[in-house]
């Protein structure tokens, strides 16, 4: 009797992989690479992990930081001589180790690299010798930065201390009428967590030198409601549209708090629960903007939110559509969508649909995905898959910015 084997025609052996080279919060010159999986990949056609670099054309090249990125072996011993060099010396110099050195003969070693122009070239890995074999590479896009512009509100929201609960009994809600993100410093301390997020896929923001900080009435004081009533205009609307800024502006609204007193027990959020709220610039042109709750603007969820106002996630084909990488529409169940991911991969990703990480007692790796316990992450996908709907975020954001730019 004979007994069947399993071919595999096309498993490849990697020596090496890259990684990010921290773990913890989001740093602008460490970012995180696309790895996922090295065959079949529609957009970039090399099996390689793909990093982005942001660039700021208006410095000198001196004053250019270094980009950190860290090679692990994999499928090698740790005596084995490797060596790292740049395909293209005008767009990119290795910094470490020096030029010549061999790499540490350890598991895990830090690359630092300068870009300076640009474009995409590769990180080469070489067994032996500097100009030996490639055993792996890393393709580096290198991202020109584009500046869009924010006006940033903390209006002062009148309206009741009482709210009505799940089952329609009224509640005590006393928060502040104005969020505490209300001067030029404590908004530019809130976007720059999101810059070091954005950085390395060509985006930054520009905060205007005033913070409006009118008034504005709504139900519950220091609260927008996402409750759309049968008939008028719903709070995020009104909120949007006062005393917005046009022309391509990214309007940001900073209040106490975000909450949804819709009369139905499945889906009421009441205090500490909706973090940020957002619409896409290039879906709803005329009133796109973005809500921040005080207790979780931070650079993740801020850089989440902006991610949708530049059309993330990008789903152009009919229902069931993606809304986060991890959520698709389900008309049965209002809200975020309908959770069809929970994986490594989709909790590194930006646009994962939570602010945190639930703990699984079975898969512990899964709770710290390389930004600390129980953290997101921030990367945005580059390569395009088959069949994958939410891909190629990184080109989705530099479109919308562009778009951005060029509004009359």
């Keep these: 009797m004979s007994i069947p084997k399993a071919i ?38 090399h099996e390689c992990a793909v990093l982005p670099v942001g660039l700021d054309e208006s410095l000198a090249e001196a ?4 980009t950190r990125v860290r090679l692990v072996r994999v499928d090698m011993e740790n005596g084995g001589q490797l060596f790292i060099t740049s395909s ?53 896009v290198v991202n020109a930065i584009r500046r869009l512009q924010v006006k940033a509100h903390a209006p002062r929201i ?6 009505n609960d799940k089952d329609g009994n009224p509640i005590p809600f006393a928060v502040p009428a104005q969020s505490s993100n209300n001067t030029v410093g404590a908004v530019r301390a809130v976007l720059s967590a999101a810059d070091a997020i954005c950085f390395p896929y060509g985006i930054q923001f520009d905060v205007d030198p005033v913070v409006d900080t009118s008034q504005l009435n709504l139900s519950a004081r220091g609260a927008v409601d996402l409750y759309i009533p049968p008939a008028g205009t719903d709070e995020f609307d009104t909120t949007v549209r006062h005393n917005r800024v ?9 209040v106490s708090q975000i909450i949804d007193t819709t009369p139905d027990g499945d889906i009421w959020c009441g205090p500490n629960a909706v973090g ?15 809500l921040l709750a005080d207790w979780a603007a931070g650079g993740q969820t801020t850089a989440h939110e902006l ?33 069809v991911r929970n994986d490594i991969i989709s909790r590194r990703r930006l646009m994962w649909a939570y602010t945190n990480l639930l703990a699984d007692p079975n898969m512990p790796y899964r709770s710290n995905v390389g930004y600390g316990a129980n953290q997101p992450g921030s990367m945005l996908t580059i390569k395009q898959f088959k069949n994958d709907r939410t891909d190629l975020e990184m080109q989705e954001v530099q479109s919308s910015a ?6 009359p």
């Design 158 to 163: 009148t309206g009741a201390t009482t709210i």
């Design 63 to 66: 004053a250019i930081p270094e």
């Design 8 to 45: 595999y025609k096309w498993t490849a052996v990697v020596p090496v992989r890259f990684a990010r080279a921290i773990n913890g919060a989001p740093q602008a010159n460490a970012p995180d690479p696309d790895d996922r999986g090295f065959t079949h990949c529609i957009k970039t056609r």
């Design 276 to 290: 940020g709220v957002a619409m896409s610039a290039r879906n709803n042109r005329n009133d796109f903007g973005v």
């Design 402 to 407: 562009r778009w951005l730019l060029n509004r």
């Design 307 to 339: 991610g949708h106002v530049l059309n993330l996630v990008c789903d152009p084909k009919p229902s069931p559509k993606f809304v986060h990488v991890n959520t698709r529409e389900d008309p049965a169940s209002p809200g975020t969508g309908r959770d």
């Design 88 to 140: 293209d010396a005008a767009r990119l110099e290795v910094t470490m180790p020096a030029a010549g050195a061999a790499l540490p003969s350890q598991e895990k070693m830090m690359i630092k690299f300068k870009v300076k122009t640009a474009g995409k070239c590769f990180l080469e890995v070489r067994f032996g010798a500097a100009n030996g074999p490639i055993v792996h590479r890393l393709q580096i």
């Design 246 to 254: 046009e022309h391509g502006i990214i309007n940001i609204y900073f």
